[in-house]
């Protein structure tokens, strides 16, 4: 059943060191009401000493709260524990935790707070404080946002020294000893004499330690394996391919289902004939869904094959039928009706534009996730039980929406939370898994495996919105005078958290993030989003909203620095008053040798200050006979803190391909209501032969830690625009650049 699901019947034990008895714990946000989420059922010689370290005769395993999904974090995560705890690297056990609420994210809350991340008064830091509250009563289990390491970095380090705490007491008082005597190494408590007792024979006793401070944290100078780049805890499976995701799970009796939808989003299934389907061998059962039906059959192919021969009759689209007709919809939204949000307003801009000012338009397309993995889940309804097997973002609303649809109370739900082929934000939705309950309800008994085609996938997304941005503004003596920028899209939040049932009040901070927190300092500036009505079904695409600002953002300053007539990065830094912000572009000017020309080839810059993290980035392109082809690229990036700074270059590595395949050639249209891009074909990701050697500078220079998963995507796509502008003349407005010019 999985690694998970044998630690979920085996629970946990909070002794004094607890969750819920807040004897070690009181003086951190531990005390929480959620409870203990596995509080019963070990073994003999078995002990939790918190919700995060589990040890046993075979040594510790960390317990990671967040979702692993190719981006490395329960190495990471693993790490703080293991850090504190001075636990042997190569003995390190890690798997994702319970679906629980005891295992809330409150930094995913931080980054939709009304100050901008250079805010570092005393009034921003109590309010990213007060975000502990909403978080701990929302109660979300969640991977995204770039927050898994702001979240942790307390939490787990805290555990692992409150569970090596622990360890010394219970030793001390074996040896009867003072514990000021003992020290730690390797997994186990030395005494003077050099006596070694390892943490496994401890950790019965140390459950029952009652701590009267707080532990320590170890100073950052001490680290031993913080700081540094570790072998990956999942390094082995996923090179040899042993590694299970949802789509590898196999159980005895399995049977394999796949699903047809109505490809008009939202829209309803009239109708089906499913005659030709039902007599194929193989094939056991068409189960109707809300919108289309699910194949069960006795392996996928079959199930796929068979789908492809039902008829339907499908409902119309709730949404504007072609991408022409959102696009108008868009452009129409610029009007108070619908502003949304002035986020930021210094000065009076509409004095200070002169008649003849600067204005331009942008545009960019919906954009799928195109995670490598395809939407799968698996279920098991048996005896009053259903238990899901599901890579996902948000566990803790497969535990909330089961009982809402089964009639089964929480505790007869068990979520067992595998490894992801990529999420990107698409693996918090609950499409797959509602669909994998229905056909386990179907099929009582028996555990199912649903599987979408990449076709399925790829044309039932919550799509990145489209979006269109305006700029007005003017140039004087080198400098920016007066700059207007006003952005409209659907909001992501609105449909996304509605899917969910959650309504936030007040603005939706996605539709300007990644401009209106830019630490250009200006004299007259002005940021305004309005929210465009409802349309397709959205959903957070890697950077959300940063995503599309930096590229009209970027775009926008690279022109008014040529407008000006001054280099583009001494342009930016000449009005950037933000330290951090500022040394990464330096770091990427000389990275990069900024300056220097190479016959045939031009350089283009763009920076974005995105979930807290500087970020610049350098294109090189040159043109070939068969077309532009990139050259370089460089990258520099300040989290406050590296605590692994290989997976930060790899993390950033991968953001930045990801940015600049959307930028190329990613494109999600519609026509007659329905996504016209089905597969890898037509919605083309870089290929390894076009992507250009990647340098990356990770830097320490900001006072908080942040995460690093999105920041690497905004700059991609404008620091390409600029650079083609640079080489060629021509300025590309719109995206993706595939339909101006041609890449080698």
């Not at 034990?13 to 807040?22: E, Y």
């Not at 649809?405 to 929480?410: E, I, R, S, V």
Request: aromatic share 6%.
């Amino acid at each position: 059943m999985g690694r998970v699901m044998k630690i979920a019947r085996r629970g946990f034990l909070f002794g004094s060191v607890a969750l819920i008895g807040g004897v070690a714990f009181g003086w951190y946000r531990y005390a929480t009401p959620h409870g203990n989420p596995l509080e019963s059922g070990l073994g003999a010689g078995e002990a939790t000493l918190n919700p995060y370290v589990l040890i046993d005769a075979n040594g510790v395993t960390v317990i990671a709260p967040r979702a692993e999904m190719g981006q490395g974090i329960h190495t990471t995560l693993a790490a703080l524990v293991a850090e504190e705890m001075d636990l042997d690297w190569s003995t390190i056990r890690v798997i994702h935790g319970p679906a629980s609420k005891a295992y809330y994210n409150a930094a995913i809350l931080g980054e939709g707070v009304p100050f901008a991340p250079t805010d570092d008064s005393r009034l921003a830091n109590t309010v990213r404080g007060a975000m502990d509250i909403p978080a701990k009563f929302l109660g979300l289990q969640i991977t995204g946002g770039s927050s898994s390491i702001p979240d942790a970095y307390e939490k787990m380090r805290l555990a692992g020294a409150a569970a090596r705490m622990a360890l010394v007491e219970a030793a001390a008082a074996r040896l009867n000893i003072p514990a000021a005597q003992l020290s730690t190494e390797n997994g186990a408590v030395i005494a003077p004499d050099g006596t070694r007792i390892p943490y496994p024979d401890l950790a019965v006793d140390a459950a029952r330690i009652d701590l009267r401070s707080e532990p320590a944290l170890k100073p950052r100078e001490s680290w031993r394996l913080l700081g540094r780049t570790l072998p990956r805890t999942d390094m082995l499976a996923k090179v040899t391919g042993t590694e299970t995701f949802a789509i590898d799970l196999r159980l005895p009796g399995m049977r394999f289902a796949t699903v047809r939808t109505n490809p008009r989003l939202g829209g309803a299934m009239l109708s089906y004939d499913a005659g030709v389907a039902e007599s194929m061998p193989g094939v056991e059962r068409i189960v109707p869904l809300e919108n289309g039906v699910a194949v069960v059959a006795t392996n996928t192919w079959i199930a796929m094959q068979a789908a492809a021969t039902i008829t339907f009759d499908w409902g119309a689209a709730p949404y504007p039928a072609t991408s022409a007709e959102m696009a108008d919809i868009l452009r129409a939204s610029f009007t108070p009706d619908h502003l949304d949000s002035t986020n930021r307003d210094d000065g009076d801009v509409d004095a200070a534009l002169p008649p003849d000012a600067f204005t331009a338009e942008y545009t960019v397309p919906h954009l799928a996730h195109a995670t490598m993995e395809p939407m799968s889940t698996a279920a098991l309804l048996k005896d009053g039980h259903l238990t899901i097997w599901s890579g996902h973002q948000l566990p803790t609303q497969i535990l909330k929406e089961a009982p809402e649809m089964t009639g089964l109370p929480p505790e007869a739900i068990t979520v067992e939370t595998l490894p992801m082929g990529g999420g990107f934000g698409r693996r918090a939705e609950m499409d797959i898994v509602r669909q994998a309950i229905i056909v386990a309800q179907a099929i009582e008994g028996t555990p199912v495996l649903v599987s979408w085609s990449r076709e399925e996938d790829m044309t039932h997304d919550f799509y990145r919105p489209a979006a269109i941005a305006r700029v007005r503004a003017s140039v004087a003596d080198g400098r920016i005078t007066a700059f207007d920028f006003a952005t409209a899209c659907p909001s992501v939040v609105s449909s996304q958290m509605g899917r969910i049932g959650i309504s936030l009040p007040g603005p939706d901070g996605t539709i300007v993030q990644g401009a209106w927190e830019q630490p250009y300092r200006l004299p007259n500036h002005r940021v305004t989003g309005y929210r465009a009505p409802p349309m397709a079904p959205l959903g957070s695409w890697r950077s959300v909203g940063a995503s599309q600002n930096a590229f009209f953002h970027e775009t926008a300053m690279d022109e008014l620095a040529h407008l000006a007539g001054v280099d583009p990065i001494e342009f930016r830094l000449s009005q950037i008053d933000h330290a951090p912000s500022r040394t990464v572009l330096e770091t990427v000017a000389e990275l990069s040798g900024w300056g220097s020309t190479t016959p045939g080839r031009a350089k283009g810059v763009a920076f974005c200050l995105s979930f807290g993290v500087p970020t610049a980035q350098v294109i090189e392109v040159e043109d070939t006979p068969n077309g532009l082809r990139m050259t370089g690229a460089w990258i520099a990036a300040d989290v406050g803190t590296a605590l692994d700074p290989g997976n930060i270059e790899a993390q950033l590595q991968g953001a930045m391909i990801y940015g600049l395949s959307a930028a190329i050639r990613g494109e999600i249209t519609f026509a007659d209501g329905m996504v016209e891009q089905t597969n890898f074909w037509d919605y083309e990701p870089m290929r390894l032969s076009q992507c250009p050697p990647i340098r990356v500078q990770v830097l320490q220079n900001q006072t908080h830690i942040r995460g690093i998963g999105e920041p690497g995507t905004p700059p991609a796509a404008p620091a390409l625009g600029n650079a083609i502008f640079a080489l060629t003349g021509q300025r590309l407005r719109d995206l993706p650049f595939v339909r101006a010019v041609t890449f080698a």
